[in-house]
């Protein structure tokens, strides 16, 4: 599968990359920015992390012109601290988070995280968690899956009524029967398939998604160098841009790090055109003072 990673310019002027630096990726994907960082690099070198280990083994396939630049490291954001220690590294150069699922990990069916592509209801990032998708619709009671779409899906109008239409329609299997379900118990109101904000709501609630981000946020000024360190995150949903912008303000107005650009990064049109999966790309960054 072509992969194109999102505002990659973007992203190498904001950490500005050093020959001799090292580098962490929080989010290797198949490793478009991973590739990127390491192309640039001579004597220095990038942990690149992924809590997805069939997304790992393939980009260490796409990498692998850049093998003695890359230490990849399987484990989730709140995890990082050892992938750090396990390369002998305190802090770093650069941290780059491109935040969200992978454009690979939402069109493989068998993976089950889109209603476009009918798969096994699971959306676990990592096949070594325990919880899926299918636990969570089948063994939530009513209101937990409600306050579940509610919140982590902003669902406010529709959420009791999808709520109660999947507990009719339990066991949930596969995304094809929860998407007909939702589909059949609410009207199509917008461009938006009615089922794509419960389907969100699932997938952050499967891998903790905002716990993760909240345990990324806290650690990133203490992973990057004092007096010039970077650090980098494209955030892709309303919810996680927000988190971003208030905690790298407030590290900014505490003196720490000051911010590379005081207005967020998006993409121009010609990358929107080139790939429309980019257009709700968010990015921040800043550098430790
Ligand atoms: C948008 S994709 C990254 C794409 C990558 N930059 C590229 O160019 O190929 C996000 C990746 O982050 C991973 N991910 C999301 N949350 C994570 C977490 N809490 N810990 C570790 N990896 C995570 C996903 O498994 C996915 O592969």
Redesign the pocket.
């Known amino acids: 599968m072509e992969?194109i990673?999102?505002l990659l310019n973007e992203c190498l002027d904001g950490l500005q990359v050093r020959p001799d630096g090292v580098y962490l990726?929080?989010?290797?994907?198949?490793?478009?920015?991973?590739g990127a960082i390491a192309s640039q690099l001579t004597t220095g070198f990038v942990i690149s992390?992924?809590?997805?280990e069939e997304?790992l083994a393939k980009?260490k396939e796409n990498t692998a012109a850049y093998a003695d630049r890359i230490r990849f490291h399987h484990?989730?954001?709140?995890e990082l601290p050892k992938a750090l220690s396990e390369n002998g590294v305190k802090a770093v150069d650069g941290v780059l988070a491109?935040?969200?699922?992978?454009r690979y990990?939402l069109t493989t069916a068998d993976r089950g995280f889109s209603f476009m592509a009918d798969g096994p209801l699971d959306m676990r990032?990592s096949r070594s968690q325990e919880t899926t998708a299918a636990d969570i619709v089948n063994f939530s009671s009513p209101l937990e899956l409600g306050q579940l779409i509610a919140t982590l899906g902003e669902e406010r109008r529709w959420w009791r009524r999808i709520a109660e239409a999947i507990v009719r329609g339990r066991p949930v299997h596969t995304t094809g029967q929860l998407a007909t379900l939702i589909e059949r118990a609410v009207p199509r109101t917008s461009r938006l398939h009615p089922a794509t904000q419960t389907f969100q709501a699932l997938r952050l609630a499967v891998?903790r998604?905002p716990e993760?981000?909240d345990a990324?946020l806290e650690w990133l000024p203490s992973a990057v160098k004092p007096a010039g360190g970077r650090a980098a995150v494209i955030s892709f949903m309303s919810l996680d841009d927000r988190k971003v912008k208030v905690r790298f303000q407030s590290l900014a107005k505490a003196g720490e790090v000051t911010l590379i650009n005081k207005k967020v990064i998006v993409p121009g049109d010609e990358e929107i055109r080139n790939n429309p999966a980019s257009r709700s790309a968010k990015l921040r960054v800043f550098e430790k003072l």
């Open positions: 992969h990673p999102v990726d929080c989010t290797c994907g198949l490793g478009g920015h991973t992390n992924d809590r997805d997304s980009a484990g989730r954001f709140s491109d935040l969200g699922v992978s990990q990032m891998n998604e993760e981000l990324l």
